[in-house]
């Protein structure tokens, strides 16, 4: 993990996202590229016939404000001994990120932001989802995967190789298995290729599939989930309530990592 991109604005959870974002580039020799959007949508407005316009005055102070702040986090980040890049766009956050994360090997947000999981299957690259406040400190001690045989889960699984390497504790859990997918057995061989020797921990469902995983997560300490996200022909589950869902809206679940 070479290339991390982190989005940063002014909102509660950026020291986090930054502070992360330079850990991992530290342990990887990396580069953190810097995005600070100011989404002009945000700033169109209907008139009473159906036409649109833009609110100029609101979107110049927007852009001054957001400008200001692009100066402070170059300014804080030519202090520390992490090579980085500013950029900034106007493009709606999402596409934004999607756009920029093109040639990156990692995006870092926070889960309040509320567009991790679309960005994560808008994007082919890996999002880190964090809980606001609280960066993921590196190395990662304690990590869990959630394995139900699928291609997404086997797409977040290699995308999270490099940060279990120096993992103490590596749990494949599993609550369904899914018929016709790749066998739990399948994963474990594939982490100890990379030296991670993992464990496999098949939980009874208590409540539902992503009570029960938040349960197992809880019981291992787990500073990582990591695990596919979903969309498509379960985009239904994705938007009202599937696993993915329900761990972005959980306060107290750990970093996740999710790939499709």
């Not at 995308?159 to 994963?187: M, R, W, Y």
């Not at 098949?202 to 539902?208: A, I, K, L, V």
């Not at 994705?238 to 990592?257: K, R």
Request: charged share 25%; hydrophobic share 45%; proline share 5%.
């Amino acid at each position: 993990m070479r290339s991390i991109l982190v989005n940063a604005d002014r909102k509660p959870g950026n020291d986090a996202r930054i502070d992360t974002a330079l850990g991992i580039a530290r342990q990887f020799n990396g580069h953190v590229s810097v995005l600070v959007d100011t989404p002009v949508t945000r700033y169109i407005a209907m008139d009473p016939m159906g036409g649109s316009y833009v609110i100029s005055d609101a979107l110049e102070e927007a852009r001054k404000e957001d400008d200001a702040a692009a100066a402070k986090f170059e300014t804080r980040m030519a202090r520390d001994d992490v090579p980085f890049d500013i950029l900034r766009s106007e493009d709606d956050p999402v596409s934004a990120l999607a756009n920029a994360a093109r040639l990156a090997d990692l995006v870092v947000l926070s889960r309040s932001g509320g567009f991790a999981g679309e960005l994560a299957l808008a994007s082919g690259t890996p999002v880190l989802a964090l809980p606001d406040g609280k960066a993921l400190e590196m190395p990662i001690r304690r990590a869990c995967i959630a394995w139900d045989g699928g291609e997404q889960a086997a797409s977040a699984l290699r995308a999270s190789v490099p940060l279990l390497e120096s993992c103490q504790v590596v749990k494949v859990i599993s609550v369904i298995e899914k018929p016709g997918g790749f066998p739990a057995t399948d994963a474990l061989r594939y982490l100890s290729r990379h030296g991670i020797h993992a464990e496999f921990e098949e939980h009874e469902r208590r409540g539902s599939t992503e009570e029960t995983l938040a349960i197992a997560a809880t019981q291992a300490h787990a500073e990582l989930m990591v695990m596919g996200a979903y969309g498509k022909s379960r985009v239904r589950e994705f938007l009202f309530g599937g696993v993915t869902a329900y761990f972005l809206g959980e306060a107290n679940a750990p970093a996740l990592l999710l790939a499709h």
